[in-house]
């Protein structure tokens, strides 16, 4: 069973994420910002990362150059899943390290896909 | 609300005899949901009343805005991504081998709905200039659904929509952002389809013969006599060779003799072999 770590201040994007996540046979860890995702990693590294843009404490893009830049043998797939839904921002998550990118609202079929895109449903 | 038989009659004979589509008992939750926005905007009360309207023929285009709205226009880019790659992968490199001569394929979307799947194959090969240069590529998508195909003519989507599928540097690519959080179609796809409405029940659209046909998500809405009578339009749609591409939870195993699985792609139908006698005859 693969595990992804969903990192998102909102408990209710937490929430949606997980009841989907587990539908896809995922294990789902959560986190509620980038230091804590960090943190998460350190013990267990998943297989894929969802990731919101503005947390407090430490912010998506943060959390992104901070894992990008450390053991590159066991790095997990970041998937974006964020409000901030424009081609800028989309292009500079891609450029720090992002494997693909969610536009909030989204679905089932959306995140299904986005899984399989990355290789890990 | 509740639905009452007389309401389920009339909304189901008016989509049986527009479509074709049966409105199944399993299908019936979502009516009301469906027609909400139309009794709203005539401030009609219930079902029974919007049914009742309609059979007094005061508002001549209800009927068909009752049709519209009962028909299941869900879809997404490359839906079933599994099966996509099946189709883009392996079946198609056959196919290509077989039409190296003529350099000709006709792809058609049947009930393409907006148009996302049509646009993915455009997309398909858009991104593979370079192996497909010299070739002629045609894409037809239809739909018995007037606001679908306008709508996909358009190729402009909602944010939701965009992403539904689709990878991201694949949107970032093909798509240009509009405002309204609205997302358009590079010209280029655009006029890779040609979209027309028409109706799965009638004749194939010209030029009648397709390569490839896509027919997802749409034979489960038919009765069993008229899904039978829509798999004979696609054999008559179709050549000895073609790939006939059904939706995940579609098959034509107890529908009609004329397709089979596809034993080198597992999820692919091709057309059944004829015997002899009718091959001769033909």
Same mark, same amino acid.
């Given at each position: $069973?693969?595990? =992804?770590?969903?990192?998102?201040?909102?408990?209710?994007?937490?929430?949606? #994420?997980?009841?989907?996540?587990?539908?896809?046979?995922?294990? %789902?860890?959560?986190?509620?910002?980038?230091?804590? #995702?960090?943190?998460? =990693?350190? &013990?267990?590294?998943?297989?894929? &990362?969802?990731?919101?843009?503005? $947390?407090? %404490?430490?912010?998506?893009?943060?959390?992104?150059?901070?894992?990008?830049?450390?053991?590159?043998?066991?790095?997990?797939? %970041?998937?974006? =899943?964020?409000?901030?839904?424009?081609?800028?921002?989309?292009?500079?998550?891609?450029?720090?390290?992002?494997?693909?990118?969610?536009?909030?609202?989204?679905?089932?079929?959306?995140?299904?896909?986005?899984?399989?895109?990355?290789? &890990?449903? | +609300?509740?639905?009452?038989?007389? /309401?389920?009659?009339?909304?189901?004979?008016?989509?049986?005899?527009?479509?074709?589509?049966?409105?199944?008992?399993?299908?019936?939750?979502?009516?009301?949901?469906?027609?909400?926005?139309? +009794?709203?905007?005539?401030?009609?009360?219930?079902?029974? @009343?919007? !049914? /009742?309207?309609?059979?007094?023929?005061?508002?001549?285009?209800?009927?068909?805005?009752?049709?519209?709205?009962?028909?299941?226009?869900?879809?997404?880019?490359?839906?079933?991504?599994?099966?996509?790659?099946?189709l883009l992968?392996?079946?198609l490199?056959?196919l290509r081998?077989k039409r190296e001569g003529e350099k000709l394929l006709r792809i058609w979307s049947a009930?393409c709905?907006?148009g996302?799947e049509a646009y993915s194959l455009a997309m398909h090969f858009a991104?593979q200039k370079?192996r497909w240069q010299g070739w002629t590529i045609e894409l037809i998508g239809t739909?018995?659904?007037?606001?679908?195909?306008?709508?996909a003519r358009?190729?402009?989507?909602?944010?939701?929509?965009?992403?539904?599928?689709?990878?991201?540097?694949? +949107?970032?690519?093909?798509?240009?952002?509009?405002?309204?959080?609205?997302?358009?179609?590079?010209?280029d796809l655009q006029r890779a389809v040609n979209f027309q409405?028409h109706?799965?029940?009638?004749?194939p659209p010209h030029p009648g013969r397709f390569d490839i046909i896509l027919c997802?998500?749409?034979?489960?809405?038919?009765?069993?006599? +008229?899904?039978?009578?829509?798999?004979?339009?696609?054999?008559?749609a179709s050549h000895?060779d073609s790939i006939l591409m059904?939706? /995940?939870?579609?098959?034509?195993?107890?529908? !009609?003799? @004329?397709?089979?699985?596809?034993?080198?792609?597992?999820?692919?139908?091709?057309?059944?072999?004829?015997?002899?006698?009718?091959?001769?005859?033909?």
């Amino acid at each position: $069973m693969k595990t =992804c770590l969903v990192v998102d201040d909102s408990k209710v994007i937490r929430k949606v #994420a997980r009841h989907i996540l587990e539908t896809l046979d995922f294990t %789902v860890e959560e986190a509620e910002d980038g230091r804590e #995702a960090l943190s998460r =990693c350190e &013990v267990n590294m998943p297989d894929v &990362v969802l990731l919101d843009w503005n $947390m407090p %404490v430490m912010g998506g893009m943060e959390f992104l150059r901070t894992l990008r830049q450390g053991d590159h043998e066991n790095q997990p797939k %970041v998937v974006f =899943c964020t409000t901030e839904n424009d081609a800028a921002h989309i292009r500079a998550a891609i450029d720090a390290g992002a494997d693909e990118y969610v536009m909030k609202p989204f679905d089932r079929e959306t995140l299904e896909s986005k899984l399989q895109i990355v290789g &890990v449903a | +609300m509740e639905l009452s038989d007389g /309401a389920a009659r009339i909304l189901s004979a008016l989509l049986e005899s527009r479509t074709g589509q049966q409105l199944s008992v399993s299908r019936r939750w979502r009516i009301e949901t469906a027609l909400q926005s139309l +009794m709203r905007e005539r401030k009609l009360p219930s079902l029974d @009343h919007l !049914t /009742a309207y309609l059979a007094s023929g005061r508002e001549p285009g209800l009927a068909d805005a009752v049709v519209e709205a009962l028909l299941n226009n869900e879809t997404f880019f490359y839906r079933d991504r599994p099966a996509f790659e099946l189709l883009l992968g392996p079946a198609l490199s056959r196919l290509r081998e077989k039409r190296e001569g003529e350099k000709l394929l006709r792809i058609w979307s049947a009930g393409c709905s907006t148009g996302q799947e049509a646009y993915s194959l455009a997309m398909h090969f858009a991104e593979q200039k370079l192996r497909w240069q010299g070739w002629t590529i045609e894409l037809i998508g239809t739909d018995v659904s007037r606001s679908a195909i306008e709508k996909a003519r358009t190729g402009l989507y909602t944010q939701f929509e965009v992403q539904r599928g689709l990878a991201v540097m694949q +949107m970032i690519r093909c798509f240009e952002e509009c405002p309204g959080a609205t997302w358009r179609i590079s010209p280029d796809l655009q006029r890779a389809v040609n979209f027309q409405v028409h109706s799965l029940v009638e004749p194939p659209p010209h030029p009648g013969r397709f390569d490839i046909i896509l027919c997802r998500n749409v034979l489960l809405y038919f009765p069993a006599d +008229m899904r039978r009578r829509v798999f004979d339009r696609l054999a008559q749609a179709s050549h000895e060779d073609s790939i006939l591409m059904l939706g /995940a939870g579609e098959t034509v195993i107890g529908q !009609t003799s @004329h397709f089979i699985s596809d034993s080198e792609n597992r999820g692919l139908y091709i057309r059944a072999p004829r015997p002899q006698a009718m091959r001769a005859a033909s």
